[in-house]
């Protein structure tokens, strides 16, 4: 089931006589369950594109459906129980400093009038969940930042929303922090069938937990898809910058011809670049090479500067292509 469709999205903010597009023509849809990714580089619209969702942002152009309800079409009070529906995490966690976790986590009821037995109960419920049932009575001061975006969860929770809008959740954290909160997130995810979307600049985090990703790429929709699909093949230039290693590649010479080579744990084990070598007689400069999980399987990556010449170009990518490797071309210098 969908839980949000966008068709033909757009958005432009005006200022002192002057237009800005943040967002151009983007269609996606978001299914009920699933874990769906929204990335891009600052600026790029993705955080305009998420307050969408919860019309915090009115659309200029196009539509914005929750559960097949057209959001521009409801009136306010049928908006304030849409976002009772929709909870959000941000980066700064936005707790309340003066209340103890307990209390934070118990904000969203008081709004919503639950009476303040249930609340606490309800509470304590939320922290077991996110495993700070310890630290109810200590203020946020006193907590990490894990544990802070942790009792910001179980607040988010408190009041039984059908999606989670995570916004850049992760970006004050540390890696440990980062891969505990995305691993309860996934956990919540499974166990309660929470729908859930991350916004995000780092694929990292995409890899790690999302099924599906949308890449927006200065207002526009780059390219959607599987995450594993994505890593394997991206189509876009906004992709590739993605999932490409992070470091530097320095070609050789002006006929020199980089790509990236992909292949998943099931061929790990096999010794391609010697094989390589033993049947064709070609050899290749190893520029990069890493493995990492992208969707719970293995996968493993190297960056290669294949040899001068055209024909032995070809030779080698239909070598690894036959082997059934992804072959991505990285840059060609002519």
Do not use: W
Not at 27 to 56: C, D, H, P, Q, Y
Not at 230 to 253: C, H, M, Q, W, Y
Not at 293 to 315: C, F, H, N, R, T
């Amino acid at each position: 089931m969908e839980v949000f469709r966008l068709e033909h999205v757009e958005k432009t903010y005006k200022n002192e006589g002057r237009e800005f597009q943040a967002l151009k023509d983007i269609s996606l849809s978001i299914n009920e369950g699933e874990i769906f990714g929204i990335i891009g580089m600052s600026g790029a619209g993705k955080s305009t594109l998420v307050r969408t969702l919860n019309r915090l942002e009115k659309v200029t152009g196009g539509s914005v459906s929750f559960y097949g309800r057209d959001l521009a079409g409801l009136s306010l009070p049928e908006i304030r129980k849409v976002r009772r529906q929709i909870a959000m995490i941000f980066q700064n966690f936005n707790l309340l400093e003066q209340r103890n976790v307990e209390s934070n986590v118990m904000q969203p009821l008081r709004i919503a009038g639950v009476p303040k037995d249930m609340g606490r109960r309800k509470a304590l419920e939320m922290l077991e969940v996110v495993g700070l049932t310890d630290k109810k009575n200590e203020y946020p001061a006193r907590l990490s930042g894990g544990q802070r975006q942790r009792v910001a969860i179980a607040r988010a929770l408190a009041a039984d929303p059908k999606v989670l809008l995570c916004d850049e959740a992760t970006s004050a954290l540390d890696p440990k922090m980062t891969g505990e909160i995305l691993d309860l997130l996934k956990e919540i995810n499974r166990k309660r069938k929470l729908t859930i979307v991350i916004i995000t600049h780092e694929m990292s985090v995409v890899e790690k937990i999302c099924d599906r990703v949308a890449i927006i790429d200065d207002g526009k929709l780059a390219e959607i898809g599987e995450v594993r699909e994505i890593f394997r093949n991206p189509r876009s230039e906004a992709a590739s910058k993605l999932v490409l290693p992070g470091n530097p590649f320095d070609p050789s010479g002006r006929d020199s011809r980089l790509i990236r080579l992909v292949f998943d744990g099931t061929a790990a084990g096999r010794p391609f670049i010697a094989e390589l070598v033993e049947q064709t007689g070609k050899k290749v400069n190893i520029l990069s090479a890493n493995t990492k999980s992208v969707g719970g399987i293995g996968y493993g990556q190297m960056v290669l500067e294949l040899p001068k010449g055209e024909a032995d170009q070809e030779l080698i990518i239909s070598f690894f292509r036959e082997r059934g490797l992804s072959v991505q071309e990285v840059t060609r210098r002519e």
